[in-house]
């Protein structure tokens, strides 16, 4: 039976939990709560696009995790409720905000920080509860139980759920000191699946500044203990960051600068309620638990087997986060690291972080042993949308000012994408240009339009553990997980066209991407037509697709056999090729290789990207390719001479583009107050 905590306000207990567990066993094996979430709006970047669902997930494709409508001061004043006559034993609580997750939602367990309150997550919940059945440990602040008595009781609830799930994996999120009962959990249990998320682990609490601190906190008079939080307020991080965390997207400089004085003017006076959630007492208390907890994990680092992720703040003032991670990062076999360099020790009430996006990004989040690239997918959300595309890709997109065509079925090249098909399944193929610059331009592309996710295979290099390191940052390659991403071979083209998705392919794969000078606009294509085949089979839809304007913004002047002749590049170029996957070629037996490396660029004064999506062909009435190899290399030709027409045409159009250049365009737009300038005459 679950025991809720003495509230003085049923309101707030109404609005934030579902339930408390208690400690009891009995009480663990309750039956599941029930949720009621009304479904939120979703904002379409276009307001005239049509609703779009995942298949697997039934997520709305850019729906909106109202992630921004919680802020910092909702976690004081849950905390000031929760503490009011705050006793009994630690337990679980289910936020009410979180609502019901998807079908198949895995289990996440949020272990708190030396605050105990479980809402150092409360600006996530939202986000966080569309794809986990969020649970949140609650450690009253007159509880002392000792380390291992909280161990136990994290890893009691750990096994009845294994127990009850068996194939799916459990989530150990850790913040802090959280972070010591996750590895000390995962230590004891290696063979259950465990994914582990920990946010500034404070398993360095050797190496900690805070470590001085507990004589003279011992020593400190009772009626000095109201300034502990001020002191404690300074390591935590950046208020100005915290404050921002909650500034809506889109709004003006003026706007922005009002609201974030709004909210930073709401959030200092509430630094001081920091005295009741953590009196000296209970920080005195946690900080010896700490001493314990950091010693008891070290010693057990090498027995954990699950996988891990670690994020790092680079300025945390607490805590050695940044060793820590290098320390994690070294010692566990399974462990990735993501570091945050400009952030402070409360990551997760910083503006800019959004744990779900990470997970997502670092293809963590399954819901099940494996994880499946295409069943454990989850669609972008608007607010991932606009981070990338309207914030973060703004100036790129500025730059190459990008013109969209596509050809309607009666030849007709008409603006826009109306002559690509609305409905899957549809394979796009086309000429990967150099580095790819061509990629965020079309994800954004049919996401704004259309509202349709492409799934676009990548070489298999680009989801290996090769490129991590214990300073890796959020990247442009998680990026692209976030947008679909997902390593190419023929059972997940297979597996995507069944479900009718949209599915971008390149044969010339990095073979183009990463092409030699003299090779622009070159077509290196494998001599196997399977991919024809596959869309016959499912009677996809194929679009091919031209791109130029790849030598209107760099030149390419070291490229890779250039780079072979000099000896420590060739060196490095050689350990990474010994990782990657070759890509069959035909069934002969021939290989095309493959090789990656980091060309070397000049920048120019930027030009502008030209797209033209051709004709759609349609397989419905070609089932015929499947025994007929003649007839399937016939229209394997027939796409890759389709694709050097598109090509070529826009290398003799763009020459009539009078907004070509950069300048021209920017006197352009500013001129008339628009966002694109127009180009040739269709």
């Given at each position: 039976?679950?025991?809720?905590?003495?509230?003085?306000s049923p309101a707030l207990l109404q609005r934030h939990f579902h339930r408390f567990l208690p400690l009891r066993p009995a009480a663990v094996t309750g039956a599941p709560p029930s949720y009621s979430s009304p479904t939120p709006t979703v904002r379409s970047p276009e307001k005239t696009v049509q609703r779009n669902l995942d298949v697997e997930t039934n997520l709305e494709v850019l729906y909106d995790d109202l992630s921004g409508s919680v802020s910092v001061k909702d976690y004081f004043d849950a905390s000031r409720e929760v503490i009011k006559s705050d006793g009994g034993p630690p337990r679980w609580f289910s936020p009410l905000v979180c609502?019901?997750?998807?079908?198949?939602?895995?289990?996440?367990?949020?272990?708190?920080?030396?605050?105990?309150?479980?809402?150092?997550?409360?600006?996530?919940?939202?986000?966080?509860?569309?794809?986990?059945?969020?649970?949140?440990?609650?450690?009253?602040?007159?509880?002392?139980?000792?380390?291992?008595?909280?161990?136990?009781?994290?890893?009691?609830?750990?096994?009845?759920?294994?127990?009850?799930?068996?194939?799916?994996?459990?989530?150990?999120?850790?913040?802090?000191?959280?972070?010591?009962?996750?590895?000390?959990?995962?230590?004891?249990?290696?063979?259950?699946?465990?994914?582990?998320?920990?946010?500034?682990?404070?398993?360095?609490?050797?190496?900690?500044?805070?470590?001085?601190?507990?004589?003279?906190?011992?020593?400190?008079?009772?009626?000095?203990?109201?300034?502990?939080?001020?002191?404690?307020?300074?390591?935590?991080?950046?208020?100005?960051?915290?404050?921002?965390?909650?500034?809506?997207?889109?709004?003006?400089?003026?706007?922005?600068?009002?609201?974030?004085?709004?909210?930073?003017?709401?959030?200092?006076?509430?630094?001081?309620?920091?005295?009741?959630?953590?009196?000296?007492?209970?920080?005195?208390?946690?900080?010896?638990?700490?001493?314990?907890?950091?010693?008891?994990?070290?010693?057990?680092?090498?027995?954990?087997?699950?996988?891990?992720?670690?994020?790092?703040?680079?300025?945390?003032?607490?805590?050695?986060?940044?060793?820590?991670?290098?320390?994690?990062?070294?010692?566990?076999?399974?462990?990735?690291?993501?570091?945050?360099?400009?952030?402070?020790?409360?990551?997760?009430?910083?503006?800019?972080?959004?744990?779900?996006?990470?997970?997502?990004?670092?293809?963590?989040?399954?819901?099940?042993?494996?994880?499946?690239?295409?069943?454990?997918?989850?669609?972008?959300?608007?607010?991932?949308?606009?981070?990338?595309?309207?914030?973060?890709d703004r100036l790129f997109h500025l730059a190459i000012g990008p013109v969209m065509l596509s050809t309607l079925g009666n030849g007709r090249i008409v603006k826009g994408l109306s002559g690509v098909p609305n409905k899957g399944p549809v394979l796009l193929v086309g000429y990967h240009m150099l580095m790819g610059f061509e990629l965020s331009s079309i994800y954004e592309a049919f996401l704004r339009e259309k509202r349709i996710i492409i799934r676009g295979m990548a070489h298999p290099f680009l989801f290996s553990n090769i490129r991590e390191s214990s300073r890796q940052e959020f990247s442009r390659f998680d990026e692209l997980n976030v947008?679909?991403?997902?390593?190419?071979?023929?059972?997940?083209?297979?597996?995507?066209?069944?479900?009718?998705?949209?599915?971008?392919?390149?044969?010339?794969?990095?073979?183009?991407?990463?092409?030699?000078?003299?090779?622009?606009?070159?077509?290196?294509?494998?001599?196997?037509?399977?991919?024809?085949?596959?869309?016959?089979?499912?009677?996809?839809?194929?679009?091919?697709?031209?791109?130029?304007?790849?030598?209107?913004?760099?030149?390419?002047?070291?490229?890779?056999?250039?780079?072979?002749?000099?000896?420590?590049?060739?060196?490095?170029?050689?350990?990474?090729?010994?990782?990657?996957?070759?890509?069959?070629?035909?069934?002969?037996?021939?290989?095309?290789?493959?090789?990656?490396?980091?060309?070397?660029?000049?920048?120019?004064?930027?030009?502008?990207?030209?797209?033209?999506?051709?004709?759609?062909?349609?397989?419905?009435?070609?089932?015929?390719?499947?025994?007929?190899?003649?007839?399937?290399?016939?229209?394997?030709?027939?796409?890759?001479?389709?694709?050097?027409?598109?090509?070529?045409?826009?290398?003799?159009?763009?020459?009539?583009?009078?907004?070509?250049?950069?300048?021209?365009?920017?006197?352009?737009?500013?001129?008339?107050?628009?966002?694109?300038?127009?180009?040739?005459?269709?």
């Open positions: 039976m679950a025991l809720p905590l003495p509230f003085s609502g019901k997750p998807i079908e198949g939602a895995p289990l996440l367990l949020f272990l708190p920080g030396i605050d105990g309150t479980g809402f150092g997550l409360i600006l996530h919940h939202k986000s966080l509860g569309r794809v986990f059945e969020v649970r949140c440990l609650h450690i009253p602040i007159a509880d002392r139980s000792q380390f291992k008595e909280l161990v136990a009781f994290v890893e009691y609830s750990v096994k009845h759920e294994h127990r009850q799930s068996p194939n799916k994996p459990i989530y150990l999120l850790g913040d802090s000191f959280g972070c010591c009962l996750a590895l000390a959990v995962a230590a004891r249990n290696p063979t259950i699946d465990l994914v582990l998320i920990l946010v500034n682990p404070a398993s360095s609490f050797g190496r900690s500044q805070l470590q001085p601190l507990l004589p003279v906190l011992e020593a400190l008079p009772s009626e000095l203990h109201v300034a502990v939080p001020y002191l404690l307020s300074f390591f935590l991080g950046d208020p100005v960051k915290m404050a921002m965390a909650t500034v809506p997207d889109g709004l003006s400089p003026q706007q922005t600068l009002d609201e974030l004085s709004k909210r930073l003017i709401a959030l200092l006076p509430r630094l001081s309620d920091l005295s009741d959630i953590i009196p000296k007492e209970t920080l005195i208390w946690k900080l010896e638990l700490l001493k314990s907890a950091s010693s008891y994990v070290t010693s057990r680092l090498h027995a954990i087997k699950a996988e891990v992720l670690v994020l790092a703040s680079g300025k945390d003032n607490l805590l050695p986060s940044k060793d820590e991670a290098e320390r994690l990062w070294s010692s566990l076999k399974n462990c990735s690291v993501r570091y945050f360099k400009d952030s402070g020790h409360a990551l997760l009430f910083e503006n800019g972080i959004n744990l779900l996006t990470i997970i997502k990004g670092v293809n963590m989040y399954r819901r099940s042993k494996q994880i499946d690239f295409v069943e454990d997918y989850l669609p972008p959300t608007i607010g991932e949308f606009r981070k990338t595309f309207e914030q973060g947008f679909g991403a997902l390593p190419v071979s023929p059972m997940n083209i297979y597996r995507l066209l069944q479900q009718k998705s949209f599915v971008l392919l390149y044969p010339g794969g990095a073979r183009e991407a990463l092409h030699r000078k003299g090779e622009e606009y070159k077509l290196f294509w494998p001599d196997q037509p399977e991919f024809v085949r596959m869309a016959a089979r499912f009677d996809a839809t194929i679009v091919p697709f031209g791109v130029v304007g790849e030598d209107d913004i760099a030149e390419l002047v070291l490229d890779y056999n250039d780079q072979t002749k000099i000896p420590f590049i060739r060196k490095q170029i050689e350990e990474i090729n010994q990782h990657t996957v070759r890509i069959r070629a035909d069934k002969s037996g021939e290989v095309s290789d493959q090789e990656l490396y980091l060309p070397g660029l000049v920048p120019k004064v930027p030009g502008r990207f030209y797209f033209l999506f051709g004709k759609p062909i349609e397989t419905r009435e070609m089932k015929s390719v499947l025994r007929d190899r003649e007839g399937a290399n016939k229209l394997y030709l027939q796409i890759k001479s389709e694709i050097e027409n598109l090509i070529s045409y826009l290398k003799m159009k763009r020459e009539e583009d009078p907004y070509r250049s950069i300048f021209s365009r920017a006197i352009y737009q500013a001129s008339w107050g628009v966002e694109s300038a127009p180009t040739f005459e269709l």
